[in-house]
């Protein structure tokens, strides 16, 4: 869990979701084994780009992470407002895209939060560092030890951008994204969906979203979003694949079983 004073969200999946059966009915995988050396390769990984001070990341790579740090929200429904007024599109056309953002993302919220407080995986902040886990109800304090001597834990590592209060596993961001990525292309019927996304400028206000990133494809978009939660030291990379694994099944399935057309 995170280092924070309490765990957010836990209600999220158990609610009904707006077109999936079930929250919970796609599940990834279980997590990496503790004993695997794709997790001994995954935990230095995050461990050598995620950190605040002192990481591998270039320039780009940091700005990358921290432009993904925005409000997803205020994020995607600027692109659906964008595309509309960039395609001329009728306010039925427009309603259906806003739609097809908002519903289908609040499924991938909702299914990924079953996942979260399913598995209950340990953020990059608590593997890396166990005494920055505080008193939450699910674990000790300090943090669980990983009890694999190839993995090296170190006292004081933080991560470059604030983690979230929820657990690790699968990434959020991932499955929404990928969730969204889905739509862009079902609406615009291309998987080259060529539009622009705005995000955290880190020279800029807090809450800002001056800075804009351009992708050509939706595969683009989901490659990107599991570098910069990995880069922002808030996921591992097997976490973030599963998000968006996970975010194009639900947006595969709501948009078989809603938004088509209707004679």
Request: net charge neutral; proline share 6%.
């Given at each position: 869990?995170?280092?924070?004073?309490?765990?957010?969200?836990?209600?999220?999946?158990?609610?009904?979701?707006?077109?999936?059966?079930?929250?919970?009915?796609?599940?990834?995988?279980?997590?990496?084994?503790?004993?695997?050396?794709?997790?001994?390769?995954?935990?230095?990984?995050?461990?050598l780009y995620g950190r605040n001070?002192?990481?591998?990341?270039?320039?780009?790579?940091?700005?990358?992470?921290?432009?993904?740090?925005?409000?997803?929200?205020?994020?995607?429904?600027?692109?659906?407002?964008?595309?509309?007024?960039?395609?001329?599109?009728?306010?039925?056309?427009?309603?259906?895209?806003?739609?097809?953002?908002?519903?289908?993302?609040?499924?991938?919220?909702?299914?990924?939060?079953?996942?979260?407080?399913?598995?209950?995986?340990?953020?990059?902040?608590?593997?890396?560092?166990?005494?920055?886990v505080v008193a939450d109800g699910?674990?000790?304090?300090?943090?669980?030890?990983?009890?694999?001597?190839?993995?090296?834990?170190?006292?004081?590592?933080?991560?470059?951008?604030?983690?979230?209060?929820?657990?690790?596993?699968?990434?959020?961001?991932?499955?929404?994204?990928?969730?969204?990525?889905?739509?862009?292309?079902?609406?615009?019927?291309?998987?080259?969906?060529?539009?622009?996304?705005?995000?955290?400028?880190?020279?800029?206000?807090?809450?800002?979203?001056?800075?804009?990133?351009?992708?050509?494809?939706?595969?683009?978009?989901?490659?990107?979003?599991?570098?910069?939660?990995?880069?922002?030291?808030?996921?591992?990379?097997?976490?973030?694949?599963?998000?968006?694994?996970?975010?194009?099944?639900?947006?595969?399935?709501?948009?078989?079983?809603?938004?088509?057309?209707?004679?």
């Amino acid at each position: 869990m995170a280092p924070d004073a309490s765990v957010c969200s836990t209600w999220v999946g158990s609610v009904r979701p707006f077109i999936l059966e079930k929250a919970g009915q796609f599940q990834p995988s279980q997590p990496v084994p503790l004993t695997s050396e794709r997790w001994v390769d995954q935990f230095n990984e995050t461990k050598l780009y995620g950190r605040n001070t002192g990481s591998v990341r270039t320039p780009e790579q940091t700005a990358i992470a921290l432009f993904w740090t925005a409000n997803t929200t205020r994020q995607y429904n600027r692109v659906a407002r964008e595309i509309a007024s960039a395609r001329s599109l009728s306010i039925l056309e427009t309603a259906r895209l806003a739609a097809m953002i908002n519903v289908v993302g609040a499924d991938a919220q909702m299914s990924v939060y079953n996942s979260k407080y399913r598995f209950l995986f340990w953020r990059p902040v608590t593997a890396i560092d166990p005494s920055a886990v505080v008193a939450d109800g699910f674990g000790p304090v300090p943090g669980f030890d990983d009890r694999n001597p190839a993995t090296f834990e170190e006292a004081g590592w933080r991560p470059l951008a604030t983690t979230p209060n929820h657990p690790e596993y699968p990434a959020a961001h991932g499955s929404l994204t990928s969730a969204m990525a889905k739509v862009l292309s079902e609406f615009l019927g291309t998987e080259h969906i060529s539009v622009d996304i705005h995000g955290f400028d880190a020279n800029g206000l807090p809450g800002n979203l001056n800075a804009v990133r351009h992708f050509n494809t939706a595969e683009q978009l989901r490659n990107e979003i599991i570098e910069a939660r990995l880069w922002a030291g808030l996921h591992y990379r097997f976490s973030g694949v599963a998000g968006v694994v996970l975010g194009r099944k639900v947006a595969h399935y709501d948009l078989k079983h809603a938004f088509q057309p209707i004679d």
